[in-house]
């Protein structure tokens, strides 16, 4: 897959204990994304954050929570981020839970696959 050098960023805020069914909505997220053929996704967890609720969210071994702030970040082009965002509502709509998704242009340098040895 190639991307174009003016691509998208779909970037969505949610809670690590944010679940579909028994799945982790981050992961059911990212599984969609790969079913999609999405160019790219990461999962980053915060070590502290807050929300609409302004309940603080923290790392800290005195405040530890159990639901930290977790960000889904995936990159490809506007075509195929727009397909995507009625499955990442269904998956919302699934869940019942709370988030914020944005989405911002990038400018793709390099995007290569990685070589792979076959035999």
Same mark, same amino acid.
């Given at each position: 897959? $190639? %991307?174009?050098?003016?691509? &998208?960023? %779909?970037r969505?805020?949610?809670?690590?204990?944010d &679940?579909?069914?028994?799945? *982790?909505?981050?992961?059911?997220?990212?599984?969609? *994304?790969? &079913?999609?053929?999405?160019?790219?996704a990461?999962?980053?967890? @915060?070590?502290?954050? !807050?929300?609409?609720?302004?309940r603080?969210?923290?790392? /800290?071994? +005195?405040?530890?929570? *159990?639901?930290? =702030?977790?960000?889904?970040?995936? #990159?490809? &082009?506007? $075509? /195929?981020i727009?397909? !995507? +965002? =009625?499955? %990442?509502?269904?998956?919302?709509?699934?869940?019942?839970? @709370?988030?914020?998704?944005?989405?911002?242009? #990038?400018?793709?340098?390099?995007?290569?696959? *990685?070589?792979? $040895?076959?035999?």
């Open positions: 897959m $190639e %991307l174009h050098s003016s691509s &998208k960023l %779909l969505i805020f949610l809670g690590e204990s &679940k579909v069914e028994h799945t *982790a909505l981050y992961e059911a997220i990212i599984l969609e *994304a790969r &079913k999609a053929g999405m160019a790219g990461t999962v980053w967890r @915060g070590i502290m954050g !807050f929300g609409r609720t302004s603080i969210r923290t790392s /800290r071994i +005195l405040d530890l929570s *159990a639901d930290l =702030p977790v960000i889904v970040e995936i #990159v490809d &082009k506007e $075509e /195929r727009n397909l !995507f +965002l =009625p499955v %990442l509502d269904g998956l919302f709509e699934k869940s019942g839970c @709370g988030g914020l998704i944005t989405i911002e242009n #990038v400018g793709v340098i390099k995007y290569l696959n *990685a070589r792979t $040895e076959e035999g």
